[in-house]
């Protein structure tokens, strides 16, 4: 920006000073002519005409202030100073003292609140932070010593396991007795002689010949499955033997399960309780024939 000359400086200032005057003498002629009026009307001395008409410079010179800025700036500058000293020197009221202080106080002690309030949350988190520490800590060492006491466990269980495989339980001893019979059937009963044998869903079946067919000598009638034979035990069961075996013997099928599930099966075999009918005298085998009917064969 470029400055004013101080030739167009003097003529603005000239401009503001003849504008001043005349509205100050239009805006203070009427004051000062009433005050005359009014002098002359109550027959004051002749100072009086001298005071109105010093009021009516004044209210010129108060009107110059607002439009000269030089005027404007130091008169009013200086008033509101003036305004503004008295205002700061006015006496202080007890009451308000006190409110000045309290306001005081509060500005100085409301940043020490805010931050010891900032302080106690954090503290409060700290301290909830320590105890869900705490509580997982001691989650996590119950969580371990479970871990620790199981594993014992197992490995208790484990070793007995494994001890107890080391000499297995013996093995089943089986023998068939005949009970009692009737016409067409006879009750036998199975029977385990061996301490602490293990023998679980035991079965008795016919017996069967090398081809796995069914041979003919014995027919299982009733029973024949047994749950749990173990250790001393027996179960009974019905069966029909056929002629030649009720004389002469015959084998059935038992098989069971051992302690570790494995299956097993002995063929046990039934003695024979009917005696064997007596050869007739006819028979004299030579080479499988007989000397007095040569074309009759025991077979």
Do not use: C
């Not at 075996?245 to 570790?260: E, F, I, N």
């Amino acid at each position: 920006m470029t400055e004013n000359p101080p030739s167009r400086r003097r003529m603005s200032t000239s401009v503001e000073l003849l504008i001043g005057a005349v509205l100050g003498a239009i805006l203070g002629w009427p004051i000062t002519r009433a005050l005359d009026e009014w002098a002359a009307e109550s027959q004051l001395p002749w100072w009086a005409y001298l005071v109105g008409t010093g009021i009516g410079i004044a209210f010129v010179l108060f009107v110059m202030t607002f439009i000269i800025k030089a005027w404007r700036v130091s008169i009013w500058g200086w008033v509101g100073r003036l305004a503004k000293w008295l205002w700061d020197s006015r006496p202080v009221s007890l009451r308000r003292h006190r409110r000045d202080i309290e306001r005081v106080m509060k500005s100085l002690i409301a940043p020490i609140l805010e931050q010891s309030r900032e302080i106690a949350r954090e503290e409060i988190a700290s301290s909830k932070m320590l105890e869900d520490a705490k509580a997982e800590y001691a989650r996590a060492m119950t969580d371990i010593a479970q871990k620790i006491a199981q594993r014992r466990v197992n490995g208790t269980v484990a070793a007995a396991a494994s001890s107890s495989k080391m000499i297995p339980l013996p093995a089943p001893r089986w023998h068939i007795q005949r009970v009692e019979s009737d016409e067409h059937s006879d009750t036998f009963t199975l029977i385990n002689s061996v301490e602490r044998s293990v023998a679980r869903e035991v079965r008795v079946d016919d017996s069967h010949d090398y081809n796995g067919e069914p041979n003919g000598v014995a027919t299982i009638l009733e029973g024949g499955h047994f749950e749990d034979l173990s250790g001393k035990a027996s179960g009974d069961f019905r069966a029909e033997f056929s002629p030649s075996a009720r004389q002469g013997g015959g084998t059935l099928d038992v098989t069971w399960y051992d302690d570790d599930g494995e299956k097993h099966h002995e063929y046990v075999r039934v003695a024979g309780w009917e005696k064997r009918p007596p050869q007739p005298d006819s028979w004299v085998a030579k080479g499988g024939q007989n000397i007095l009917n040569p074309d009759e064969t025991p077979f």
